[in-house]
C-alpha cells in the first residue's frame, strides 16, 4: 500500500489540452514536492509547497496543497509534447516518501 | 552546474555476486539516499545518511547494506545480488532534512540479476 497515491497512473492526451493529476494520502506533511522524471534519468524537482491552501506557479503548471496538508494537485494548461513524462509526489516529514506517479504522455 | 553522479547507467550481474552502486555529489550535501524504483511502486527508501559514516534503514534494507566514508561519496551494496533485486537504482542528496529539502537525483542504474 503507497502512502502517497497519485491518479491516474498512466494519462494520454492530445497536443493543448489540459489535465489535473493527483497526490492523496491520509498523512500530513510538512511540505510536499512534484517531480518529473524523464525515461533513463533520475526525477527532477519542480516546485516545494509547503502551506496548507497553497497555490504555485511554473509556467503553464499549477501546484496546489491541500487545506489539510494531505493532499495535492498539478494542473498543467495546454499541455506540450514535452510535458511527456513521470511525475511523481513526495511528501515530507523527518523523510520523505513518494507516490508511484502518473505518466503523462503528451501527443503533437 | 551541480550533480549527483552514478558510476553505471546499466549493469548486469548474476545471481549470488557481490555488487556495488557508487554514487558522488559535488554539492557539499549532508543527506544522502538511495532508492529503488519499479513500475507501479514509485520510489522505495532502501538507506540514508544524514552525516559522514552514520547510516539509517529505509523502507527496504533487506539484502543491502551503504557505506559512507566520505561526505561525497555514498555506496550501496548488494551482499548477494538476487533476480528480485533487478531494478532500477536511484541515489539522492540533500542539504536539509524533510521541511523543504529538495532532492537532486543522479540519472540512475539499471541493474539487471541474471
Known amino acids: 500500500t503507497q502512502l502517497l497515491e497519485q491518479s491516474p497512473q498512466f494519462l494520454s492526451i492530445q497536443e493543448g489540452e489540459n489535465l489535473t493529476v493527483y497526490c492523496n494520502s491520509s498523512s500530513v506533511f510538512s511540505s510536499l514536492q512534484w517531480y518529473r522524471q524523464e525515461p533513463g534519468e533520475g526525477p527532477v524537482l519542480l516546485v516545494t509547497v509547503v502551506t496548507g491552501g497553497e497555490v504555485k506557479k511554473l509556467k503553464r503548471l499549477t501546484f496546489q496543497f491541500g487545506d489539510a496538508r494531505k493532499d495535492s494537485s498539478l494542473h498543467i494548461t495546454a499541455a506540450q509534447p514535452g510535458d511527456t513524462g513521470l511525475y511523481l509526489c513526495a511528501g515530507a516529514n523527518n523523510d520523505m516518501r513518494f507516490g508511484a506517479g502518473t505518466r503523462l504522455t503528451v501527443k503533437p | 552546474d551541480v550533480k549527483v553522479t552514478q558510476s553505471s547507467r546499466y549493469l548486469v550481474k548474476r545471481t549470488g555476486e557481490k555488487v556495488f552502486l557508487e554514487c558522488v555529489q559535488d554539492m557539499d550535501h549532508e543527506n544522502m539516499f538511495w532508492y529503488r524504483q519499479d513500475p507501479g511502486l514509485g520510489l522505495r527508501l532502501i538507506y540514508f545518511?544524514?552525516?559522514?559514516?552514520?547510516?539509517e534503514k529505509g523502507d527496504i534494507p533487506e539484502g543491502y547494506s551503504v557505506s559512507r566514508e566520505k561526505k561525497e561519496r555514498f555506496s550501496l551494496i548488494l551482499e548477494s545480488a538476487s533476480t528480485n533485486q533487478t531494478s532500477m537504482y536511484l541515489c539522492a542528496s540533500s542539504s536539509q532534512r524533510g521541511l523543504g529539502g529538495g532532492y537532486t537525483f543522479g540519472s540512475g542504474t539499471r541493474l539487471t540479476v541474471v
Open positions: 545518511s544524514y552525516d559522514v559514516k552514520m547510516k
